[in-house]
């Protein structure tokens, strides 16, 4: 990895990232964060993330549009996430985007090497975005989805939800834990 000078901004940080022949990378304060490698567990749940975003847009036939990993979350000028999911309103973007204009949902599932940057960092980072109303944090062992929602009023509540369905309005979507938390 071969990084230019910093800090960076995020359209460097982009340029920059597209020429890595490997790797995945985030953007911390105009420095190049690694992103570590991936046990299955973790896939998994993302994958029934996903799934589950996607079903639930469906189900409430709203135009909206799910996308994992990848996708890039702007957060300022010198910051930009790249969460397990996201999903955005409007039609589907076009196929050379890579930074996502006014995410709604963004979710991370925990791993031990970024449980305290999702719940820290990344929860001040995400709601610095005016759009997102809702920030996901899924425990996979724990069977639990911390959701931290934006309220009308600004202020952010949290819960943590281990049973049932969580309700993501907007924009209209239900998603029952038992698909996300599924038996192998």
Not at 18 to 41: C, K
Request: charged letters at 20%.
């Amino acid at each position: 990895m071969n990084a230019p000078i910093k800090p960076m901004t995020v359209e460097a940080y982009i340029e920059w990232a597209l020429q890595q022949p490997r790797g995945r990378f985030e953007l911390l304060r105009g420095e190049i964060v690694p992103m570590n490698s991936e046990q299955t567990g973790h896939i998994r749940i993302k994958y029934r993330i996903a799934r589950v975003l996607e079903s639930a847009i469906a189900a409430a036939s709203i135009n909206c549009q799910m996308l994992t990993d990848g996708a890039t979350v702007r957060i300022d000028n010198h910051t930009a996430f790249e969460p397990d999911a996201l999903v955005y309103w409007g039609d589907p973007l076009p196929d050379d985007t890579i930074i996502i204009p006014e995410p709604v949902i963004v979710v991370e599932v925990l791993s031990p090497s970024t449980a305290s940057i999702d719940a820290s960092t990344k929860f001040a980072g995400y709601f610095k975005v005016q759009s997102i109303a809702h920030y996901l944090i899924v425990d996979g062992p724990a069977h639990t989805v911390v959701h931290h929602r934006r309220e009308a009023d600004g202020t952010i509540r949290s819960a943590a939800v281990s049973e049932g369905a969580l309700t993501l309005d907007p924009p209209g979507l239900i998603l029952p834990l038992t698909a996300i938390f599924a038996p192998r």
